[in-house]
């Protein structure tokens, strides 16, 4: 519904790492990214909807500032709040720091994978659920109930996410948000559906909670293009031919 061809979305992301064997284990034992196609120096993990993350190994580069724009993270959508539940079971058996948050829409659990990139990991509360004032969404960060979570796992072993597992957003590390704001409403259609404070904003097509979001709680400076981490995120747009674009924080873009 949210992520229909008809609707404008992000399909992928490229990011540019240093160590392709640790994130490639990384992304398929401890994500749960089963279906990938490996070349000299990439790996390609497909999603479902002909969805994407690709990891470009690139010696050359070098590791990003704290300060620098680029990925805040890439949120992964699963199906069912079971497939929630399982996969939390699953990373705390692995032992990795997370995080974990009840956002009124949705249910997310953080992390980052080992060379810093964020991944957000959620399910969606239903639609009919959500709080709209007139064209602004109501988005918290609260605790997330563990316990209540937990409560519907399927008690299956864990065997990678579920097939179709689909990129539901993207949050960037922004320089400006208005700029970017502006840009992406311009190039995508985008409207904001929420903000804070003028350091964040979220973003959206056809009523979803957000497809995009920027921010600039840690970000100062626009992006290096000699930088390891975000390389390049992949935009549908059906009524537009591929074209790419370079947004105001030097964020590399391509609409399909």
């Not at 790492?17 to 990384?26: I, P």
């Not at 070349?39 to 994407?52: A, C, P, T, Y």
């Not at 300060?67 to 939390?88: C, K, M, N, T, Y």
Request: glycine share 6%; with cysteine; proline share 2%.
């Amino acid at each position: 519904m949210f992520h229909s061809d008809d609707v404008t979305h992000a399909v992928g992301i490229d990011l540019y790492v240093s160590d392709l064997e640790r994130l490639t284990r990384f992304y398929n034992e401890v994500i749960g990214l089963k279906h990938f196609k490996k070349s000299k120096n990439e790996v390609v993990f497909n999603l479902d909807r002909d969805h994407f993350i690709r990891l470009i190994e690139d010696d050359s580069k070098v590791k990003p500032s704290l300060d620098e724009a680029g990925l805040f993270h890439v949120a992964i959508l699963l199906p069912e709040r079971s497939d929630l539940a399982d996969f939390l079971v699953h990373i705390h058996a692995k032992g990795i720091q997370l995080g974990a948050s009840d956002h009124l829409v949705s249910e997310a659990i953080y992390l980052s994978d080992p060379e810093g990139n964020g991944i957000e990991i959620y399910v969606d509360r239903d639609h009919s659920q959500w709080i709209w004032n007139n064209d602004s969404i109501a988005m918290e960060t609260l605790p997330l109930d563990v316990e209540d979570l937990l409560s519907v796992q399927s008690g299956n072993q864990f065997d990678g996410l579920p097939s179709s597992t689909i990129i539901g957003h993207i949050h960037l590390k922004a320089y400006n948000v208005s700029e970017m704001n502006q840009f992406y409403h311009e190039h995508l259609g985008f409207n904001e559906v929420a903000t804070y404070g003028g350091q964040a904003s979220f973003m959206s097509d056809a009523n979803y909670h957000h497809h995009l979001a920027v921010n600039t709680w840690q970000s100062k400076e626009m992006r290096n293009d000699n930088t390891l981490g975000l390389a390049k995120v992949y935009f549908n747009r059906s009524d537009f031919e591929t074209m790419e674009h370079t947004d105001p924080s030097n964020i590399c873009i391509q609409i399909n």
